[in-house]
Protein backbone atom coordinates (compact mmCIF):
# COMPACT_ATOMS: atom_id res chain seq x y z
CA UNK A 1 0.00 0.00 0.00
CA UNK A 2 1.16 3.67 -0.60
CA UNK A 3 2.79 5.41 2.55
CA UNK A 4 0.84 8.65 2.10
CA UNK A 5 -2.33 6.65 1.08
CA UNK A 6 -5.48 5.16 2.92
CA UNK A 7 -7.28 2.65 1.33
CA UNK A 8 -10.63 4.13 0.60
CA UNK A 9 -14.22 2.26 -0.27
CA UNK A 10 -14.76 1.51 -4.05
CA UNK A 11 -16.77 3.84 -5.06
CA UNK A 12 -17.69 6.22 -8.48
CA UNK A 13 -13.84 8.30 -7.34
CA UNK A 14 -13.17 9.56 -11.25
CA UNK A 15 -13.03 13.58 -10.74
CA UNK A 16 -13.60 15.99 -12.67
CA UNK A 17 -16.32 14.87 -14.67
CA UNK A 18 -18.56 16.87 -17.40
CA UNK A 19 -22.61 17.46 -16.41
CA UNK A 20 -24.51 18.33 -19.04
CA UNK A 21 -27.94 18.38 -19.97
CA UNK A 22 -29.62 15.82 -22.02
CA UNK A 23 -32.82 17.19 -23.70
CA UNK A 24 -34.80 14.49 -24.87
CA UNK A 25 -38.65 13.41 -26.38
CA UNK A 26 -40.28 15.86 -29.30
CA UNK A 27 -39.98 19.79 -30.21
CA UNK A 28 -43.61 19.08 -31.12
CA UNK A 29 -44.54 17.11 -28.51
CA UNK A 30 -43.52 15.55 -24.91
CA UNK A 31 -39.91 16.90 -24.28
CA UNK A 32 -37.86 16.66 -21.15
CA UNK A 33 -34.19 17.64 -19.87
CA UNK A 34 -32.25 14.94 -17.34
CA UNK A 35 -28.89 16.09 -15.83
CA UNK A 36 -25.91 13.45 -16.23
CA UNK A 37 -22.68 13.47 -14.75
CA UNK A 38 -22.13 9.85 -16.18
CA UNK A 39 -21.11 10.64 -19.41
CA UNK A 40 -17.80 10.70 -21.80
CA UNK A 41 -16.20 10.22 -24.93
CA UNK A 42 -15.59 6.80 -26.17
CA UNK A 43 -14.72 6.94 -29.85
CA UNK A 44 -13.01 9.52 -32.08
CA UNK A 45 -14.07 7.87 -35.49
CA UNK A 46 -16.57 7.40 -35.75
CA UNK A 47 -17.48 10.20 -33.05
CA UNK A 48 -19.33 8.42 -30.14
CA UNK A 49 -20.58 8.84 -26.80
CA UNK A 50 -21.75 7.28 -23.85
CA UNK A 51 -24.46 8.07 -21.25
CA UNK A 52 -25.19 5.89 -18.30
CA UNK A 53 -29.03 6.72 -17.08
CA UNK A 54 -31.08 4.72 -14.53
CA UNK A 55 -33.94 3.11 -15.09
CA UNK A 56 -36.42 4.81 -12.97
CA UNK A 57 -35.71 7.98 -14.44
CA UNK A 58 -38.37 9.23 -15.99
CA UNK A 59 -35.84 9.83 -19.43
CA UNK A 60 -34.62 6.62 -19.30
CA UNK A 61 -38.03 5.43 -21.05
CA UNK A 62 -37.89 8.48 -23.37
CA UNK A 63 -34.49 7.78 -24.77
CA UNK A 64 -34.77 4.00 -25.19
CA UNK A 65 -37.98 4.23 -27.15
CA UNK A 66 -36.69 6.97 -29.60
CA UNK A 67 -33.28 5.85 -29.37
CA UNK A 68 -31.67 9.43 -29.44
CA UNK A 69 -31.03 12.45 -27.62
CA UNK A 70 -29.19 15.56 -27.38
CA UNK A 71 -26.48 16.29 -25.06
CA UNK A 72 -26.27 19.88 -24.64
CA UNK A 73 -23.30 21.38 -22.49
CA UNK A 74 -23.43 23.66 -19.60
CA UNK A 75 -22.01 26.88 -19.66
CA UNK A 76 -21.30 29.46 -15.77
CA UNK A 77 -25.15 30.75 -16.84
CA UNK A 78 -27.03 27.22 -16.75
CA UNK A 79 -25.70 25.84 -14.08
CA UNK A 80 -28.99 26.88 -11.81
CA UNK A 81 -31.04 25.11 -14.45
CA UNK A 82 -28.54 21.84 -14.94
CA UNK A 83 -28.82 21.71 -10.79
CA UNK A 84 -32.78 21.69 -11.13
CA UNK A 85 -33.00 19.32 -13.75
CA UNK A 86 -31.11 17.08 -11.87
CA UNK A 87 -33.71 16.92 -8.58
CA UNK A 88 -36.90 17.35 -10.76
CA UNK A 89 -38.82 14.53 -12.34
CA UNK A 90 -40.28 15.11 -15.84
CA UNK A 91 -43.23 13.21 -14.66
CA UNK A 92 -43.88 16.00 -12.62
CA UNK A 93 -42.94 19.18 -14.09
CA UNK A 94 -41.88 21.35 -17.43
CA UNK A 95 -38.75 21.48 -17.02
CA UNK A 96 -37.95 24.00 -20.27
CA UNK A 97 -41.04 26.25 -19.24
CA UNK A 98 -39.51 26.52 -15.13
CA UNK A 99 -36.19 27.08 -16.10
CA UNK A 100 -36.99 29.39 -18.88
CA UNK A 101 -34.92 27.22 -21.44
CA UNK A 102 -36.01 27.67 -25.60
CA UNK A 103 -36.40 24.16 -27.21
CA UNK A 104 -35.47 24.16 -30.77
CA UNK A 105 -35.72 21.59 -33.60
CA UNK A 106 -32.48 19.54 -33.52
CA UNK A 107 -30.57 19.61 -37.13
CA UNK A 108 -31.34 15.90 -37.81
CA UNK A 109 -34.27 14.66 -36.03
CA UNK A 110 -37.19 15.94 -34.12
CA UNK A 111 -35.72 16.13 -30.93
CA UNK A 112 -35.53 19.32 -29.07
CA UNK A 113 -31.97 21.25 -28.36
CA UNK A 114 -31.59 23.72 -25.45
CA UNK A 115 -31.02 26.96 -27.33
CA UNK A 116 -29.44 28.71 -24.60
CA UNK A 117 -26.59 25.67 -24.64
CA UNK A 118 -23.36 27.29 -26.22
CA UNK A 119 -22.73 23.50 -28.29
CA UNK A 120 -25.47 20.58 -28.79
CA UNK A 121 -24.54 16.88 -29.81
CA UNK A 122 -27.37 15.28 -31.53
CA UNK A 123 -27.03 11.45 -30.79
CA UNK A 124 -28.49 8.02 -32.09
CA UNK A 125 -28.20 5.09 -29.50
CA UNK A 126 -26.24 2.14 -31.26
CA UNK A 127 -26.29 -0.44 -28.04
CA UNK A 128 -27.41 -0.02 -24.57
CA UNK A 129 -25.68 -1.80 -21.63
CA UNK A 130 -27.27 -2.80 -18.69
CA UNK A 131 -24.38 -2.16 -15.87
CA UNK A 132 -26.25 -2.28 -13.11
CA UNK A 133 -27.09 0.42 -11.22
CA UNK A 134 -26.94 2.07 -14.85
CA UNK A 135 -27.92 1.32 -18.44
CA UNK A 136 -25.55 3.06 -20.29
CA UNK A 137 -26.12 3.95 -23.96
CA UNK A 138 -23.62 4.00 -26.73
CA UNK A 139 -24.06 6.42 -29.56
CA UNK A 140 -22.90 7.84 -32.13
CA UNK A 141 -22.89 11.74 -32.72
CA UNK A 142 -24.85 13.17 -35.98
CA UNK A 143 -24.43 16.89 -35.75
CA UNK A 144 -22.79 19.30 -33.64
CA UNK A 145 -24.04 22.70 -32.73
CA UNK A 146 -21.51 25.18 -31.93
CA UNK A 147 -22.49 29.27 -30.98
CA UNK A 148 -21.65 31.44 -33.34
CA UNK A 149 -20.28 33.93 -30.54
CA UNK A 150 -17.50 30.55 -30.02
CA UNK A 151 -16.55 31.19 -34.16
CA UNK A 152 -13.57 33.59 -35.16
CA UNK A 153 -15.10 35.58 -38.12
CA UNK A 154 -11.87 35.70 -40.38
CA UNK A 155 -10.18 32.48 -39.08
CA UNK A 156 -13.36 29.66 -38.57
CA UNK A 157 -11.52 29.10 -35.02
CA UNK A 158 -13.55 28.08 -32.47
CA UNK A 159 -12.29 29.52 -29.19
CA UNK A 160 -14.21 26.81 -26.52
CA UNK A 161 -12.86 29.07 -23.46
CA UNK A 162 -15.61 31.83 -24.20
CA UNK A 163 -18.48 29.02 -23.50
CA UNK A 164 -17.28 29.20 -19.79
CA UNK A 165 -18.22 25.24 -19.28
CA UNK A 166 -18.69 24.07 -16.09
CA UNK A 167 -17.00 20.62 -14.29
CA UNK A 168 -18.52 18.21 -11.76
CA UNK A 169 -16.14 16.94 -8.99
CA UNK A 170 -17.23 14.92 -5.96
CA UNK A 171 -20.87 16.38 -6.01
CA UNK A 172 -19.23 19.95 -6.34
CA UNK A 173 -19.87 22.18 -9.52
CA UNK A 174 -16.51 23.99 -10.82
CA UNK A 175 -16.16 26.56 -12.88
CA UNK A 176 -12.58 26.18 -15.06
CA UNK A 177 -9.48 27.58 -13.69
CA UNK A 178 -6.56 28.51 -15.64
CA UNK A 179 -4.63 26.73 -18.38
CA UNK A 180 -1.92 25.13 -17.41
CA UNK A 181 -0.73 23.63 -20.73
CA UNK A 182 -1.96 22.19 -24.21
CA UNK A 183 -2.24 18.90 -25.88
CA UNK A 184 1.63 17.62 -26.17
CA UNK A 185 2.94 21.14 -24.80
CA UNK A 186 6.17 19.33 -23.37
CA UNK A 187 7.08 18.07 -26.92
CA UNK A 188 6.95 20.98 -28.76
CA UNK A 189 9.89 22.23 -30.19
CA UNK A 190 10.55 25.83 -29.44
CA UNK A 191 10.49 27.83 -32.26
C1 LIG B 1 -25.11 16.79 -10.98
C2 LIG B 1 -26.06 15.66 -11.29
C3 LIG B 1 -25.62 14.58 -12.05
C4 LIG B 1 -26.48 13.53 -12.36
N1 LIG B 1 -26.03 12.49 -13.12
C5 LIG B 1 -26.87 11.47 -13.43
C6 LIG B 1 -26.42 10.40 -14.28
O1 LIG B 1 -25.30 10.40 -14.79
N2 LIG B 1 -27.31 9.40 -14.55
C7 LIG B 1 -28.58 9.38 -14.02
O2 LIG B 1 -29.33 8.42 -14.27
N3 LIG B 1 -29.02 10.38 -13.22
C8 LIG B 1 -28.21 11.43 -12.93
N4 LIG B 1 -28.65 12.46 -12.14
C9 LIG B 1 -30.01 12.42 -11.60
C10 LIG B 1 -31.10 12.83 -12.62
O3 LIG B 1 -30.72 13.98 -13.34
C11 LIG B 1 -32.40 13.08 -11.85
O4 LIG B 1 -32.83 11.89 -11.23
C12 LIG B 1 -33.50 13.69 -12.67
O5 LIG B 1 -34.48 14.18 -11.79
C13 LIG B 1 -34.12 12.71 -13.64
O6 LIG B 1 -35.06 13.40 -14.39
P1 LIG B 1 -36.24 12.66 -15.17
O7 LIG B 1 -36.98 11.80 -14.18
O8 LIG B 1 -37.07 13.80 -15.69
O9 LIG B 1 -35.61 11.87 -16.25
C14 LIG B 1 -27.81 13.53 -11.85
C15 LIG B 1 -28.25 14.63 -11.09
C16 LIG B 1 -27.39 15.68 -10.82
C17 LIG B 1 -27.88 16.86 -10.01
Redesign the pocket.
Known sequence: MASNKKVWKPGTMLNPVP?VMLSCGKIDGQK????????GTICSDPPMVS????KS????EIIKESGKFVINLVSENLVKA??W???????DVN?FSEMNLTAEKAETSDLPIIKESPINIECTVTQVLELGS?DMFLAKVDSVSVAEDLIAEKTGAMDLKKAKLVA?SHGEYFSLGKKLGYYGYTVRKKK
Not at 57 to 60: A, D, K, L, P
Open positions: VNIITVAWAVSIRRFSHTDCGVKSGKKHY
